[in-house]
């Protein structure tokens, strides 16, 4: 049974900084590649970030590149996302979500090619 549980979410000022996790079931170490993604009030869901198991490669959207980072914790089974010079536009909704068998498609973060997603957590940044 594929189990995500996302934490770490919470209100912060512009500037600031969050680290989101996401705890995973067992089956983690099957998983091929890992993504974070985040949905605003009246938008559609975005990839935000994602890390590929085989290679440890990370990709990201434009927008988050060199303030996020994406990680990941085998022998704790968690997924990380490291957020700095958070902005007002970084508001929304956060989710984690995962592949199993390789796609070759981690790169494109995209939502259709993640079958498994977590409940997700608030990030609320004010100016």
Known sequence: ????VE??????QAGGSLKLSCAASGYFYSSSCMGWFRQAPGKEREGVAAIYRSTGSTYYVH????????????AESTLYLQMNSLKPEDTAMYYCATILKDNGRCWAISMADFPYWGQGTQVTVSS
């Open 1 to 4: 049974q594929v189990q995500l």
């Open 63 to 74: 927008s988050v590149v060199g303030r996020f980072t994406i990680s990941r914790d085998n």
């Open 7 to 12: 934490s770490g979410g919470g209100s912060v």
